[in-house]
């Protein structure tokens, strides 16, 4: 049903497209980073660390858009839990583009060098990440409280990929000393696309807040 | 559905129907209202929530047409029973209106009227009664240098609070307020919500309003009605961040059509 106001009704659906399209772009980064790492183009990395910019100006639009709804439309019940989940969510999107910024950049850096090994379980990573964040932005939009929680459980997907580079890392840093920077510049990726997955943990748990008003965040906690 | 379960019942209504002539302007409201805490009701116009409000002072006795059956009780005991005293149940369950109606008399005359009629003689019984409801209703300050001028001559925030002193100097145990902000000023609403906030240490409150922040703001409990059916009552945070009801929803979000 629509709002009686349709001002109130537009700015609803600004701030909807806003996000959706904030996550769309860092959806695109985090893909695109590791695309540049395996095949080794710097010129994509390039590519991903300037379209940031259109991520942290989207960030700063959503802030404000929150900001004057909050204080001149009093808002309740569902809407007030959808500009919730946009103050929150943002944050998590943006850091999520900054992260493939972070990744764009060590693929710049390694792709200077000879390759270390191939990249398998890296891609594996950041392909999962991505359809995490993905499903989260698909469970907001259909109000699919289910899918939101497949987000939440397949993020021990990614920590086992994660632990499983660290530990070939280690391996392989012990045997051969002169690749530790290399190694270390994996590492780092490695990291951060464990980081992006826990972010889009987040939005799928702030998704789940939206659809059904229950916050399920820190569970062992309370 | 309509219970709360956590604090001892006040007011209660059991399928409450009311007739206005051919008309059914209550559709058999079930609702347990708690003591000492503010319960809002709210809903559009035509609604219910005024008329269910009169109930618990039989105010609506006075409208010619009105057939009333089920239950409304004051501490378990049945309002519209057998051998009820009206005028004891009046002064029991105060109420407040939306337009101040102070009498034209004196603030002293207006405030000591009640107490007077329920016997109250000595002066200097009266002089106590008037200075602590007065005091109560937050407006002592304001008006104990001209207790013997008319109430006329005060601002419409003070007049209300007038009213809520008169209200309060027979000693109640409820006060229904029926929408006692709606004509006043932004401050002299936030001085009316303040002493609601106070007197609920003291007072059952039942307040209805259209104003949905207000309801939010001093309120514990909320009901929402619609059509003459009570569609939803919960706390308060609950009904304005999670409703259960779709209704309920659209109607505190602005979706109403």
């Given at each position: 049903?629509?709002?009686?106001?349709?001002?109130?009704?537009?700015?609803?659906?600004?701030?909807?497209?806003?996000?959706?399209?904030?996550?769309g772009?860092?959806?695109?980064?985090?893909?695109?980073?590791?695309?540049?790492?395996?095949?080794?183009?710097?010129?994509?990395?390039?590519?991903?660390?300037?379209?940031?910019?259109?991520?942290?100006?989207?960030?700063?639009?959503i802030?404000?858009?929150?900001?004057?709804?909050?204080?001149?439309?009093?808002?309740a019940?569902?809407?007030?839990?959808?500009?919730?989940?946009a103050?929150k969510?943002?944050?998590?999107?943006?850091?999520?583009?900054?992260l493939?910024?972070?990744?764009?950049?060590?693929a710049?850096?390694?792709n200077?060098?000879?390759?270390?090994?191939?990249?398998?379980?890296?891609?594996?990573m950041?392909?999962?990440?991505?359809?995490m964040?993905?499903?989260?932005?698909?469970?907001?939009?259909a109000g699919?409280?289910?899918?939101?929680?497949?987000?939440?459980?397949?993020?021990?997907?990614?920590?086992?990929l994660?632990?499983?580079?660290?530990?070939?890392?280690?391996?392989?840093?012990?045997?051969?000393p002169?690749?530790?920077?290399r190694?270390?510049a994996?590492?780092?990726?490695?990291?951060?696309?464990e980081?992006?997955?826990?972010?889009?943990?987040?939005?799928?748990?702030?998704?789940?807040?939206?659809?059904?008003?229950?916050?399920?965040?820190?569970p062992?906690?309370? | 559905?309509?219970?709360?379960?956590?604090?001892?019942?006040?007011?209660?209504?059991?399928n409450?129907?009311?007739y206005?002539?051919?008309?059914?302007?209550?559709?058999?409201?079930?609702?347990?209202?708690?003591?000492?805490?503010?319960?809002?009701?709210?809903g559009?116009?035509?609604?219910?929530?005024?008329?269910?409000?009169?109930?618990?002072?039989?105010?609506?006795?006075?409208?010619?047409?009105?057939?009333?059956?089920?239950?409304?009780?004051?501490d378990?005991?049945d309002?519209?029973?057998?051998?009820l005293?009206?005028?004891?149940?009046r002064?029991?369950?105060?109420?407040?209106?939306?337009?101040?109606?102070?009498?034209?008399?004196?603030?002293?005359?207006n405030?000591?009227?009640?107490?007077?009629l329920?016997?109250?003689?000595?002066?200097?019984?009266?002089?106590e009664?008037?200075?602590?409801?007065?005091?109560?209703?937050a407006?002592?300050?304001?008006?104990?240098?001209?207790?013997?001028?008319?109430?006329?001559?005060?601002?419409?925030?003070?007049?209300?609070?007038?009213?809520?002193?008169?209200?309060?100097?027979?000693?109640?145990?409820?006060?229904?307020?029926?929408?006692?902000?709606?004509?006043l000023?932004?401050?002299?609403?936030?001085?009316?919500?303040?002493?609601?906030?106070e007197l609920k240490?003291?007072?059952?409150i039942?307040i209805?309003?259209?104003?949905?922040?207000?309801a939010?703001?001093?309120?514990?409990?909320?009901?929402?009605?619609?059509?003459g059916?009570?569609?939803?009552?919960?706390?308060?945070p609950?009904?304005?961040?999670?409703?259960?009801?779709?209704?309920?929803?659209d109607?505190?979000?602005?979706?109403?059509?």
């Amino acid at each position: 049903m629509y709002h009686t106001d349709k001002i109130y009704e537009a700015e609803l659906k600004e701030l909807r497209e806003k996000l959706l399209t904030a996550g769309g772009i860092v959806e695109q980064a985090i893909v695109r980073s590791v695309q540049a790492l395996a095949v080794r183009d710097s010129k994509l990395a390039q590519e991903v660390i300037d379209n940031d910019r259109r991520v942290n100006l989207l960030e700063v639009e959503i802030d404000e858009l929150c900001l004057r709804m909050l204080a001149l439309r009093q808002p309740a019940a569902s809407d007030l839990r959808f500009i919730t989940l946009a103050l929150k969510i943002v944050t998590d999107l943006e850091r999520i583009g900054d992260l493939a910024v972070n990744v764009a950049e060590r693929a710049i850096q390694l792709n200077d060098e000879p390759p270390l090994r191939p990249y398998v379980d890296i891609p594996r990573m950041a392909t999962i990440a991505e359809e995490m964040l993905k499903s989260a932005l698909d469970a907001f939009v259909a109000g699919d409280a289910t899918t939101a929680r497949k987000v939440i459980e397949r993020d021990n997907e990614v920590d086992e990929l994660y632990h499983t580079v660290f530990r070939e890392l280690v391996e392989i840093m012990a045997a051969e000393p002169d690749v530790t920077a290399r190694a270390m510049a994996i590492l780092f990726i490695a990291k951060h696309l464990e980081r992006i997955a826990d972010h889009a943990t987040n939005v799928a748990e702030m998704v789940i807040f939206f659809i059904e008003g229950k916050d399920v965040r820190h569970p062992r906690s309370r | 559905m309509s219970t709360t379960q956590e604090h001892p019942i006040k007011l209660a209504s059991e399928n409450l129907e009311l007739y206005y002539g051919e008309k059914r302007a209550l559709h058999g409201i079930n609702m347990q209202i708690p003591e000492r805490r503010v319960t809002a009701l709210i809903g559009p116009s035509g609604c219910g929530k005024s008329t269910f409000l009169r109930c618990f002072n039989r105010m609506n006795d006075l409208i010619p047409g009105v057939r009333i059956s089920g239950r409304a009780t004051l501490d378990g005991e049945d309002l519209y029973g057998r051998g009820l005293d009206v005028v004891e149940l009046r002064r029991r369950v105060g109420m407040v209106f939306q337009k101040s109606n102070p009498f034209p008399k004196t603030i002293w005359e207006n405030v000591a009227f009640g107490p007077r009629l329920l016997g109250t003689r000595k002066r200097a019984d009266l002089d106590e009664i008037v200075q602590r409801s007065l005091q109560n209703a937050a407006l002592w300050d304001d008006v104990k240098d001209r207790l013997q001028s008319s109430a006329l001559g005060l601002s419409g925030g003070q007049q209300q609070r007038l009213c809520i002193a008169r209200a309060l100097a027979v000693e109640p145990e409820v006060l229904l307020m029926d929408e006692p902000a709606s004509a006043l000023d932004p401050i002299a609403t936030s001085r009316i919500e303040e002493l609601i906030h106070e007197l609920k240490e003291r007072y059952t409150i039942v307040i209805v309003t259209h104003n949905m922040q207000q309801a939010a703001r001093v309120s514990d409990y909320t009901a929402f009605f619609y059509m003459g059916e009570l569609i939803e009552f919960d706390k308060t945070p609950t009904i304005f961040t999670n409703p259960r009801e779709g209704r309920t929803e659209d109607y505190i979000t602005g979706r109403f059509g």
